[in-house]
C-alpha cells in the first residue's frame, strides 16, 4: 500500500492507482471536515466521470497565461501526508510525467473546472473562460 508518502514520486509508483473505495472514503472525509470546501453537492471526480488512466494526456495553462502551456502523462495515484492548520491529513495526488520528469499533482486540480483538461490541444485561457 502507497499511504501516507510524502516522498516524491519514483518509477515504482508509475502504474499503480488508488482504489475507488480509497477515493470515496478520503473524499467524504473531506466533506465532513471541509464543507466549505466540498460542498455536498460536489461529486469525487468533479468535471470528469471517472479516475484519470494511464497514459491520459492532461494540460493546463500555468497562470493561465496563453504562453505558458504545461502538459503531462498520468502514470498513477496515490496518497501523500498534509500537514495542514488541523494536523497531518492525507490527499490523493496524481503521479504524472511532466517535461521528461517524474512529479506529482493533487486530485482536486486534476478533477475541478479550470484545473487540468484532458487532451493536449485545450485552447490558451481567455478572460472568459471563468465568467
Known sequence: MYMFENDDPTPADEGKFLSEAELAAWFQSMQRAYPEVFKADETLYGVFNEQHSFGQKLMTYFDDDPSKPMKCEVLGSRMVKDEQG???????????????????IPWTSAHEEGGWWRGWDIPPPTSSWFS
Open 86 to 104: 488541523r494536523g497531518i491529513t492525507q490527499s490523493p495526488r496524481y503521479v504524472i510525467r511532466i517535461n521528461g520528469e517524474l512529479s506529482q
